[in-house]
């Protein structure tokens, strides 16, 4: 029990470096990006370059754990690579070009929200509303997400320094010059009579909601092939595929794919660090946490850049990101200790009736039991759960 306690924990630092690095690729991407490169271009090479890191790392170090590859298993592998990395990055990208960076920056936290119904419905993961436990978990939630939506809306006064702002807005990449992909998808929703800024909104939300599907699908995988390595590599190969064919068809390949040397830098760090790591770590926080936890990580994105922009760019930190931070961190505590708290009674009461230990997230056990990737596809009700 000790140990997979620790690695509990080890989850909550991991999901905790991981934005602290996403939050350093936006000061990254800042300074290195100003000329503008594609954006799908950018995409493109970040996701190979850490499918190429990913891929040894997994083959040799997961080869003796790794199950057999099913057709049911590599169709769960495809729908990670469009969500999570296909469907992810590319709505973003045109949700920002038809918004600005920050309404696409204050729609980012909904992604903990999203990640909570989908897991709830998939039942991925239970929750008792009529328990206090359950109560606290949602109304920790609800506080992570506001603080994280105060701290984007709400400026207030400069606290920490006194230069003028270097906004750094969550998932920022420069907009410049891009080429306008899906031209007959933009027309089609434009005869429905949305605007412009009302078509980002609904790309960016469609944005949140392939994140939130790419953690709540991930979770029942990972039970049914553990090695989470491999299946972060298997999701960036289907990712890069479907990058590669729409960035072939929208870019200009003369002048679009050659890049400058910070360029260069800037795929680096972002196909090394942000993706290959930050995908690993989530990935095996996943299998671990659940993709409730793992998604409350989300909002401290904002967070770690205004404070990193502030030290290496001399950018200001306000009131609204100090109050903002704290809900946040109020919000996480609330939800991790009520986990806590939940796992210890749940291995306590298990311990006495049989001696074995449950697992160390409160979710439906029937998809590992089964041999199911999808809990919705149950052939008979589990007999018994835990809120």
């Known amino acids: ?63 003796q754990t790794r199950p057999p590859i099913t057709k049911q298993l590599l169709m769960s592998f495809f729908f990670l690579g469009l969500t999570g990395i296909f469907g992810n990055q590319l709505l973003f990208l045109i949700g920002l070009g038809y918004t600005n960076p920050t309404y696409a920056a204050a729609l980012q936290p909904a992604v903990p929200v999203f990640t909570f119904l989908l897991a709830v419905i998939m039942r991925v993961e239970r929750v008792n509303l009529q328990s206090i436990e359950g109560l606290t978990k949602v109304g920790g939630t609800l506080i992570c997400v506001s603080g994280a939506i105060f701290m984007v809306l709400y400026r207030g006064p400069s606290v920490i320094g006194y230069t003028e702002p270097v906004i750094i807005p969550q998932n920022e990449i420069i907009v410049s010059g891009q080429p306008e992909p899906s031209a007959w998808l933009i027309t089609g929703l434009q005869n429905l009579g949305l605007d412009n800024f009302e078509l980002g909104v609904v790309f960016l939300i469609g944005n949140c909601t392939c994140m939130a599907a790419f953690l709540a699908i991930q979770a029942p995988v990972l039970k049914k092939y553990p090695a989470n390595l491999s299946v972060t590599a298997y999701s960036f190969f289907f990712g890069v595929v479907l990058m590669a064919i729409v960035s072939l068809f929208m870019t200009d390949l003369s ?42 990580y989300v909002p401290l994105q904002p967070a770690f850049a205004a404070i990193l922009s502030q030290i290496f760019l001399g950018s200001p930190i306000y009131l609204g990101s100090i109050i903002g931070g704290c809900l946040i961190i109020a919000g996480l505590y609330t939800v991790t200790w009520t986990s806590y708290k939940e796992r210890r009674a749940i291995v306590g009461i298990t311990s006495h009736v049989s001696g074995t230990s449950e697992p160390l997230i409160i979710q439906e056990k029937s998809a590992h039991h089964r041999g199911d990737i999808f809990p919705g596809s149950s052939r008979s009700p589990n007999p018994k759960s835990y809120d």
């Open 1 to 63: 029990m000790a140990t997979m306690g620790s690695e509990a924990w080890k989850a909550h630092l991991g999901m905790a470096v991981v934005q602290l690095f996403n939050g350093g690729y936006h000061v990254i991407t800042k300074v290195a990006l100003n000329a503008g490169v594609n954006q799908l271009v950018f995409c493109f090479y970040r996701d190979l370059l850490a499918l190429f890191a990913l891929s040894p790392i997994a083959f040799f170090h997961e080869r």
């Open 255 to 296: 002048s679009d794919w050659i890049l400058t040397e910070s360029e260069i830098l800037a795929v680096v760090y972002a196909g090394i660090i942000t993706s290959a790591f930050s995908y690993g770590v989530i990935s095996w926080s996943n299998k671990i946490l659940g993709p409730t936890l793992v998604a409350l």
